[in-house]
């Protein structure tokens, strides 16, 4: 079953790495490890948290992106951040897809 | 080519330890981001979608063997062991980080580079004419004009917070090749009725959301007064550009609604204010100073055509093919403009890895007095090899995965980075290029097809160039689906035009075959010896119209 969730991302400030924010309110390099939420009211908090570290010097522009869930795995509903996620799509041997190829890449 | 004095030296040196006084304020929280993003813009540094991007000037797209070496070094030490030469005649880094670009930029300085003005809302690079000095049709080499508006424009104080981004263009040859009438000034070297040399000035041209075909400003202006003409340009553009609306805020906008006639009357009145006499004014010295750095290189006196090379074409049907398609006649007699497609069949446009710079820094060296163009249309030009040499460069090339013939064929296609590497996209441009490239590739049917230019853009912006593409394609988002939007009959030379769109977007399984579409009527109404733009502008739309969309 597929259900609609909500992640937040940004930018590493040091590198321009995309990130994701985690459960323990790490920046986490991989989608996979991204903490997921479903309410708007937690999400509008996710991102509240993440917004803190920007006065951090951590990361830039943090912000609130879709996903669905499916089978356990989450899946970017907009391209965009389906490449984000993973690296070029002319280029696999780029990104974070070079390193561990996340199943969610299969998608598109 | 230009050397740098000590006071372009000293500039650039001065720049590097500001810019790494920045960056060390902002790691350590001196500087906000909103503090630091107009100051590392004005350094060429963007953040894209995976990373921070740096984009390195190439002035009027000149390079040497030696800078061409270190653009490989920042690749292999900095960045993924590629560049991305872009249609501002530029290098892109994708991979760089933050903390590494101050080296990067000390690093260029030592070889006479930086990437001041590559963004931000001032006069960015000068691009020019890729055959510059070495056509056989040029009035004046272009660089020499490009060098100096180079100089006055560097951290010109009035102009550095223009209402927008301002390009200048400059081409010497009354066949365009650097698209001037898609920039917001376009200049032609063109000589008068008494023979004196000069420019036609066009501005207001550009690209993006709302594109135009500049309009003509003036007829002939003496080159003593180039600087004081582009001052009154600038001074009327940066007070009325329209800075209240980012979308209305270019030159083009402002010519649109004021009329190109009052517009140019409203630059001679603020010329006229101008004392010719003063600062602004070039005198013939300075101009002779500057043309000695183009002076024509040593050439040696050879035979108009040689033997050799003429013998090895009818031996080796691939080697005429790439002459055919890559190489251009060249003003000295024996000479050969070659041009090095960074379009091989299913690869990215424009992308060239460390070891092929490389490569061709020693090819550079070794068969062009050292010297290399980077093209708006993302290829490469050695401007000075002699005939008898292209065989055996030709061969080296074909080692490095750098003989493409392909040349204006339909597979030398600009693209954007698109939606794979770019903040900004709404779709993917280079899958577009790779898939169109493959479907055609080169050979008989290339060759058939004939001159086909190819443009993609992976949103409004137009870095891909598509309003002026015989073919352009324009990527949009439409609900989360990447759809493509054909425009038929664009073109960027002396005879520039937008292309019309032909109808309803495609998807991205279906724009291939669509393009397809468009090439097969093409060829069935094509008559003898037609370009592909030639018989576009005799049918028109209709008949592509029809076998596109009649089928749905």
């Known amino acids: ?108 | 080519m230009y050397r740098y004095d000590e006071f372009d030296q000293q500039l650039v040196n001065e720049r590097v330890e500001q810019f790494r006084g920045q960056v060390a304020r902002r790691l350590s929280g001196e500087l906000e981001e909103d503090e630091f993003k107009p100051l590392r813009l004005m350094n060429g540094l963007y953040l894209q979608l995976h990373a921070y991007m740096l984009r390195v000037a190439i002035p009027y797209g000149t390079l040497s063997s030696k800078q061409m070496r270190m653009l490989a070094h920042i690749a292999r030490k900095y960045d993924r062991d590629y560049g991305h030469f872009t249609t501002r005649q530029n290098i892109q880094y994708n991979w760089p980080k933050l903390g590494d670009v101050p080296d990067i930029l000390k690093d260029l300085a030592t070889v006479e580079m930086h990437a001041i003005q590559t963004s931000g809302n001032c006069i960015r690079n000068v691009t020019s004419d890729q055959y510059a000095g070495v056509a056989a049709d040029e009035i004046e080499d272009p660089r020499i004009a490009s060098e100096i508006i180079r100089q006055w424009s560097t951290l010109h104080p009035e102009f550095s917070f223009l209402p927008r981004k301002f390009k200048i263009a400059v081409t010497g040859s009354p066949h365009d090749r650097a698209a001037i009438k898609v920039h917001d000034i376009g200049l032609i070297i063109v000589r008068n009725d008494k023979g004196e040399v000069g420019f036609e000035v066009y501005v207001g041209g550009g690209q993006g959301r709302t594109p135009m075909v500049g309009p003509r400003i003036r007829e002939f202006l003496p080159k003593n007064e180039l600087l004081a003409y582009l001052e009154a340009i600038l001074r009327v553009y940066n007070e009325l550009g329209r800075r209240d609306n980012l979308y209305k805020a270019r030159i083009k906008i402002l010519v649109h609604q004021t009329g190109a006639e009052k517009f140019a009357q409203m630059v001679e009145d603020e010329f006229a204010k101008i004392d010719k006499t003063g600062e602004l004014n070039l005198p013939n010295d300075e101009i002779e100073r500057i043309t000695a750095y183009f002076a024509d290189p040593a050439y040696k006196e050879l035979p108009t055509i040689s033997a050799d090379f003429q013998a090895k074409k009818s031996e080796d049907p691939a080697f005429a093919a790439w002459v055919a398609n890559n190489v251009a006649e060249h003003k000295v007699p024996g000479y050969a403009i070659v041009n090095i497609s960074l379009k091989p069949i299913g690869g990215i446009p424009g992308d060239a890895s460390a070891d092929q710079m490389d490569a061709i820094a020693d090819l550079m060296q070794k068969y062009s007095m050292d010297e290399i163009r980077v093209t708006h249309e993302q290829n490469l030009t050695l401007p000075y090899v002699e005939q008898g040499d292209l065989y055996d460069l030709w061969q080296s090339l074909k080692a490095h995965d750098l003989a493409t013939a392909n040349i204006s064929q339909i597979t030398d296609i600009i693209a954007c980075p698109g939606l794979d590497y770019c903040n900004l996209a709404n779709a993917r441009s280079i899958p577009l290029a790779q898939e169109i490239s493959e479907r055609f590739g080169t050979g008989e049917r290339a060759d058939a097809i004939g001159e086909l230019k190819i443009k993609i853009s992976g949103c409004i912006n137009a870095c891909g160039h598509h309003h002026v593409g015989h073919i352009g394609i324009l990527g949009v988002d439409k609900k989360g689906v990447e759809f493509y939007q054909i425009t038929l009959g664009g073109s960027a030379d002396e005879n520039a035009s937008l292309g019309d769109i032909v109808g309803p977007a495609f998807t991205e399984d279906k724009v291939i075959d669509a393009i397809e579409t468009i090439v097969d009527t093409y060829l069935d109404k094509k008559q003898d010896g037609e370009k592909f733009l030639e018989t576009y502008r005799r049918v028109g739309l209709a008949p592509f119209k029809e076998t596109l969309y009649a089928a749905g």
């Open chain 1, 1 to 108: 079953m597929a259900t609609p969730a909500q992640a937040v991302t940004a930018n590493r400030l040091n590198d321009g790495e995309v990130v994701y924010l985690d459960a323990a309110g790490n920046w986490a390099e991989s989608l996979d490890e991204s903490k997921f939420v479903t309410d708007k009211a937690e999400a509008q908090q996710l991102l509240e948290q993440g917004e803190k570290s920007v006065d951090d010097r951590v990361v830039l522009d943090p912000y609130l992106f879709d996903v669905t869930i499916e089978n356990g795995v989450a899946i970017p509903v907009k391209k965009r951040e389906h490449i984000r996620a993973n690296g070029p799509t002319v280029r696999l041997d780029l990104g974070k897809q070079a390193a561990e190829p996340v199943e969610f890449k299969k998608a598109s």
